[in-house]
């Protein structure tokens, strides 16, 4: 054959070769098709996760600009229109003061001109309708028609009345669309409905708010502060996007274990895939020592497998990634209970699906270099002198009794050590994904969660007080502190603990201003002289019955918080607070100085971040030093084990104030447990696919194994060996299979599920090691059924043709 051979004569030496083995194409097929659909399903999820735990942070704000500056003057509008640093600016126009109908008597409900760049940053979703354009339409949150008893429907009527330009007014609204809030306006009742530019231009405006989109998200903080002292803006005008300062890129230690998954399915694919093409190579190498002698060069015969696996990926590739996100949307309801989110979408992603192609070549092309260089190298003496047995030393031993059919099996395993490792290790590696991904779904212990957590059996919060802008324009005005004596009231309950809260502007000096710094740096900006914003509670004893894990330094001594003089920190930023360091509370007319006796590594009560350390002290002195203080939590236990009646007491108590949130024990391991099934599905169903895999593996090396000795196999039956001896002497081969794979799957499997429960620990202090009993029972169950059954089911056709047929195969 010459050199100067055509591609296209190749291609078709290729393209014969497929069709004239398609078992094992078959093999080579569905292993690239599993090993996409794996990488497929593991990125769409884990991209489509972050995004949509990244989106859901906007979901809390409302919006997903980088803040806002409230109450812009036309001299201030000019001057931000003119900053280079923004990129995008949004106007919001409050068009009226409060809505004065009789439902709307607790709650702070405006009417509001949104433009086109506003509305690209408010975060809603379910849309029906579409959003005003003549001068008596306005579209509202459900939350809104909810309030009015009325259906969710378009075009009906609903009569609003308001105060403009202080003039009371009332006017007939047509309903052109509503929507879900996602944002936390939908439970605190304060937010606004959409009007158009007709109703805006004929009203006026009361107040005009700025929705800012920098040029980059770095520094965010910074240039919102530039912008407060160039225009002198209160720090009350100026709000800042949460979301923003703490959606970041991925650290190492984030993206540590997507580095492990893709990781995990390059192994996982390399073994299948190594092994199948090393089989096949094997089994047809006669086939390239005739293409050898015939004057094929090495290059070509290269070039005849290259063809071939690149044939199998065009069609393997494709079929996976579609398989691949049809799983993906399956799953997705399971991953929503799993992280607790209100929405995943999947989408089709380019980046995926040029991501899936890369790295799925590049595992069968690794996985596929070895058995190309065995194939090319070989010379065409060599190939035709070769047997499956051809590798085996003569290792002929003396003996008295005969040949013991489980030592023959077991010198026939290692006859080839590579493929027969790489057999092990394929079934091993799946099956310890398997163990691995039970025992983390096992780690997440109900009971241990809701004593970490939720050490209460009752939790009522006053969810408005967790809004960082509590005291700014129109505030809510209620009656707690009724609601909260009702509750505590009750005769059933014990243990109660009542917490008062204030949002305090504190002095930036001393440890304050320590504090304040490292936090502006974990967050991205650079510190400015400012006031230092912290949530202070007002505490009694049951505050610190379940938090002596969360202690890091110092002692918690109730008698010396009682004494107004101490007080405990948490949510420290760099250890800048310390037991021992004073610092300044209170107000200019009224200031106290504390001692910190303790710092804890968080407060399970608060979810506002500030750039001031959490500060717990007495009741008493909270009251004494903010008279404005609210209640805020109270939790409890019962005496009796009556849940779900004192569950519709508290939603009796709080009808009517629906910003106070009541969380119940007995709901909360409900939704835990939910959870949990959600995230073991999730894993024990991607860990399923990676044993499936093995076993693939498995079952295709005992086919080729049994094909390949087809003529020894027909020679040790003319001999005497009978059919039901050489049966035997395979299913001990596949038990010694067995007997390793599982070895290695309950050593290093369980040694590996304790070390990542370990590391788990840092995400779920909760979470607790359990020995994978039922899950080493399942995998010895499948793996040994596996290996007894396939050896005896693959001979059982080969043998069904006589033994003359057989020899006759002999050259």
């Not at 979901?59 to 201030?76: C, F, R």
């Not at 979301?243 to 694919?269: H, K, N, Q, R, V």
């Not at 590594?601 to 750039?611: G, L």
């Not at 019962?638 to 119940?664: Q, R, S």
Request: charged share 20%; with cysteine; hydrophobic share 40%.
């Amino acid at each position: 054959m010459s050199k100067n051979i055509s591609n296209n004569f190749l291609k078709k030496i290729s393209v014969r070769k497929l069709k004239s083995d398609k078992s094992t194409n078959l093999f080579i097929l569905s292993a690239i098709i599993l090993t996409t659909i794996l990488f497929t399903v593991i990125t769409t999820l884990s991209i489509s996760l972050k995004d949509s735990l990244d989106f859901q942070k906007f979901t809390l704000e409302g919006y997903t600009a980088h803040g806002i500056i409230k109450n812009v003057t036309s001299t201030d509008l000019e001057k931000i229109h003119n900053d280079p640093s923004i990129k995008n600016i949004g106007e919001m126009i409050q068009v009226t003061n409060k809505i004065e109908n009789p439902e709307f008597e607790n709650s702070n409900l405006v009417l509001c001109y949104l433009d086109d760049e506003t509305l690209s940053k408010r975060v809603y979703y379910d849309l029906n309708g579409n959003l005003p354009s003549a001068e008596n339409e306005i579209a509202l949150p459900t939350w809104v028609l909810d309030k009015f008893h009325l259906p969710y429907k378009l075009g009906q009527v609903i009569n609003l009345q308001y105060t403009c330009n202080n003039q009371h007014k009332s006017t007939d609204f047509t309903l052109s669309a509503y929507y879900t809030e996602y944002t936390k306006s939908s439970t605190t009742e304060n937010g606004f409905g959409i009007v158009s530019k007709d109703f805006k231009d004929n009203k006026g405006e009361i107040s005009l708010d700025l929705y800012i989109t920098f040029n980059t998200g770095v520094n965010i903080i910074d240039n919102f502060e530039k912008i407060r002292s160039d225009l002198n803006l209160n720090n009350k005008q100026v709000e800042v996007n949460s979301a923003c300062t703490t959606t970041s890129t991925l650290t190492f230690d984030e993206l540590l274990p997507y580095i492990s998954m893709i990781i995990t399915i390059i192994i996982c694919g390399y073994l299948i895939i190594y092994n199948i093409f090393y089989i096949s190579v094997l089994k047809n190498i006669k086939f390239y020592g005739l293409l050898k002698s015939l004057g094929t060069t090495k290059k070509q015969i290269k070039k005849i497998i290259r063809y071939q696996y690149l044939r199998l990926s065009i069609i393997g590739i494709p079929l996976g990634i579609i398989i691949g996100y049809l799983i993906c949307f399956v799953v997705s309801p399971l991953v929503i209970k799993s992280v607790n989110i209100s929405k995943l979408n999947i989408k089709f992603n380019p980046l995926i699906f040029i991501s899936t192609i890369i790295f799925v070549l590049f595992t069968i092309i690794i996985s596929c270099k070895k058995p190309i260089k065995i194939a090319s190298k070989v010379s065409p003496i060599e190939a035709l002198k070769y047997s499956p047995n051809s590798k085996r030393k003569n290792t002929t031993k003396a003996g008295t009794n005969g040949a013991k059919i489980y030592k023959m099996a077991f010198q026939n395993l290692f006859r080839d050590k590579t493929k027969s490792i790489i057999v092990i290790l394929s079934l091993t590696f799946g099956f310890i994904c398997f163990i691995c991904a039970g025992v983390l779904a096992n780690s997440l212990n109900p009971d241990a969660y809701l004593d970490t957590y939720v050490p209460y059996d009752f939790k009522v919060e006053n969810t408005y007080l967790q809004r960082i802008n509590t005291n700014e324009e129109n505030p809510i005005t209620y009656d707690d502190t009724k609601v909260f004596n009702e509750i505590s009231a009750l005769d059933n309950i014990k243990d109660v603990n009542k917490i008062s809260y204030f949002s305090a502007p504190l002095e930036y000096d001393g440890v304050l201003k320590s504090n304040s710094d490292e936090f502006r740096k974990k967050a991205g900006g650079n510190p400015f002289e400012s006031k230092v914003n912290s949530n202070i509670l007002g505490v009694n004893e049951h505050f610190f019955d379940n938090i002596s894990d969360l202690l890091i330094d110092g002692d918690i001594d109730i008698s010396k918080l009682k004494s107004h003089n101490y007080a405990i920190v948490s949510n420290v930023s760099n250890n800048a607070i310390k037991v021992g360091d004073t610092m300044n509370i209170g107000t200019k007319d009224n200031p106290k100085q504390v001692e910190v006796i303790a710092v804890l590594k968080r407060n399970t009560y608060t979810h506002v971040f500030q750039n001031g350390p959490d500060i717990m002290i007495d009741d008493s002195l909270l009251k004494e030093l903010y008279p404005e203080a609210k209640p805020f939590i109270l939790t409890f236990s019962l005496k009796d084990d009556n849940a779900k009646e004192t569950y519709e007491k508290l939603k009796d108590i709080t009808t009517g104030f629906p910003y106070i949130n009541i969380k119940a024990k007995h709901l909360e391991r409900n939704n835990f447990v939910k959870s949990q099934r959600g995230i073991a599905f999730t894993l024990i169903s991607i860990s399923s696919l990676m044993s499936f895999i093995g076993l693939v593996n498995f079952i295709n090396t005992i086919i080729t194994n049994i094909s390949s000795r087809k003529i020894e196999l027909a020679i040790l039956e003319s001999i005497g060996m009978t059919k039901k001896q050489i049966r035997k002497m395979l299913t001990f081969e596949g038990i010694y299979y067995g007997i390793f794979s599982l070895l290695l799957v309950s050593t290093f499997g369980s040694i590996l599920a304790y070390y990542l429960v370990e590391a788990f620990k840092y995400q779920a202090n909760y979470a607790s090691f359990n020995f994978p009993i039922i899950q080493l029972i399942v995998t010895g169950i499948v793996i040994i059924i596996t290996c007894v059954l396939t050896p005896k089911i693959i001979f059982h056709f080969y043998s069904k043709s006589s033994i003359i047929e057989r020899l006759k195969n002999i050259n």
